[in-house]
């Protein structure tokens, strides 16, 4: 519970809600991991029409800015705490 401070919570809301990209976290061996149900974004295209699809780079790009900035906001609040 202490890692699900308010600020952390929020984000994570403000990230589904802004996006609408389902995801689930599992804390498990002192490792945190990211599931994303975002469909089928992620299957191989063809290269012609991938490269014109702006909404699917879109989704790549707050899928991989949510880790991100998920990853420095856990750490800080890990090098912030006492246990």
């Known amino acids: 519970m202490q890692l699900l401070t308010s ?3 929020e984000f994570l809301i ?3 809600d802004s ?3 389902d995801f ?3 804390l498990k061996n002192n490792k945190i991991y990211i599931r ?3 469909g089928n974004i992620f299957q191989m295209p063809n290269l012609a029409e991938s490269f014109l699809d702006k909404a699917k780079f879109k ?3 707050e899928i991989l800015n949510f880790t991100l900035e998920f990853t420095y906001k856990i750490t800080n ?3 912030n705490t006492e246990y």
């Open 7 to 9: 600020d952390i919570m």
């Open 14 to 16: 403000n990230f589904q």
């Open 19 to 21: 996006t609408g990209i």
């Open 24 to 26: 689930e976290l599992t």
């Open 36 to 38: 994303f149900f975002s």
């Open 59 to 61: 989704k790549y790009y």
């Open 77 to 79: 609040l890990l090098n």
